[in-house]
Nanobody, 125 residues
């Protein structure tokens, strides 16, 4: 079992940058595929980016391609989301999630067993 704790959210002006971190406790972090999701008020939770077990494969939702980068440091049990050129529409609570299940679509929230508590990102115009 793993526990996930996000950090790095905050208030930033449009065009600015933030780096979110998700620290995992427990063993075998390298065997978990990880994802970042976000949920804005009144909207469904959306997959932002995913990274597989070995960092060899990543996925980004179209709206963040070229602006966001997901990465992981298995030695530090941490996954990151570097967010550049932020826009007001990026405002949401951001969650990290983990799964040890193989063969599932990582862009679906139902594929994940473990979730962090979320961190607020607010982008002002």
């Amino acid at each position: 079992q793993v526990q996930l704790v996000e950090s790095g959210g905050g208030l930033v002006q449009a065009g600015g940058s933030l780096r979110l971190s998700c620290a995992a406790s427990g063993r075998s972090f390298s065997s978990y595929a990880m994802g970042w999701f976000r949920q804005a008020p009144g909207k469904a939770r959306e997959c932002v980016a995913t990274i597989n077990y070995s960092s060899g494969s990543t996925y980004y939702v179209d709206s963040v391609k070229g602006r966001f980068t997901i990465s992981r440091d298995n030695a530090k049990n941490t996954v990151y989301l570097q967010m550049n050129s932020l826009k007001p529409e990026d405002t949401a609570v951001y969650y990290c999630a983990g799964t040890r299940s193989y063969g599932l679509r990582l862009d679906l929230s139902t594929s994940y067993n473990y979730w962090g508590q979320g961190t607020q990102v607010t982008v002002s115009s």
